[in-house]
């Protein structure tokens, strides 16, 4: 699994969580740093399909 592959798994945990807990140091985080609307609920299934479309893009 490549770097790409493992920052495209914790953006769709992050993003497809219904609960998010705070971090020990919230604000250093790589999910804590997105965009508010990446992480709003409104678009959540629209990127995780986006996540989907970008994983099954890249190479073995």
Known sequence: ?????????ILADYVGARLRE???RPGL???????AWLKSAEHRAEIL???GRLRA????
């Open 22 to 24: 705070r971090a020990e």
């Open 29 to 35: 985080t790589m999910p804590a740093r997105l965009p």
């Open 49 to 51: 399909r986006v996540i």
């Open 57 to 60: 893009s890249l190479t073995p």
């Open 1 to 9: 699994m490549g770097i790409n592959e493992r920052h495209l798994d």
